[in-house]
């Protein structure tokens, strides 16, 4: 599966969409090679929409047309899982 990627000083990062179980907000950015979630090309804080309808067309405004799209619930919070278990993620295209 070919996976489109941010670079931005040689640092490759991938444009990804935060949903949060019960908050009624998707948090749009990207993750970095570290796996810190930061805002799109480095250059932006990271974007809050209202629905996924959002923060799908913010990606579209920034020529992204996929991205990985994770659900976070305060149970991975609060008890802390493993960076590749524990999370609910799929990559879309739109």
């Known amino acids: 599966m070919m996976m489109n990627t941010l670079t931005n000083s040689n640092q490759a990062t991938m444009p990804?969409?935060?949903?949060?179980?019960?908050?009624?907000?998707?948090?749009?950015?990207?993750?970095?090679?570290?796996?810190?979630?930061?805002?799109?090309?480095?250059?932006?804080?990271?974007a809050v929409m209202g629905s996924l309808v959002e923060a799908k067309n913010?990606?579209?405004d920034n020529n992204i047309f996929n991205a990985a799209l994770e659900y976070q619930t305060a149970y991975d919070?609060?008890?802390?899982?493993?960076?590749?278990?524990?999370?609910?993620?799929?990559?879309?295209?739109?």
């Open 16 to 46: 990804t969409i935060i949903g949060v179980a019960e908050s009624t907000h998707y948090l749009v950015g990207a993750v970095d090679s570290l796996n810190n979630f930061i805002g799109l090309n480095q250059s932006r804080d990271v």
């Open 77 to 94: 919070e609060m008890c802390g899982t493993s960076s590749s278990s524990g999370r609910c993620s799929q990559m879309i295209k739109f």
């Open 58 to 60: 913010y990606l579209r």
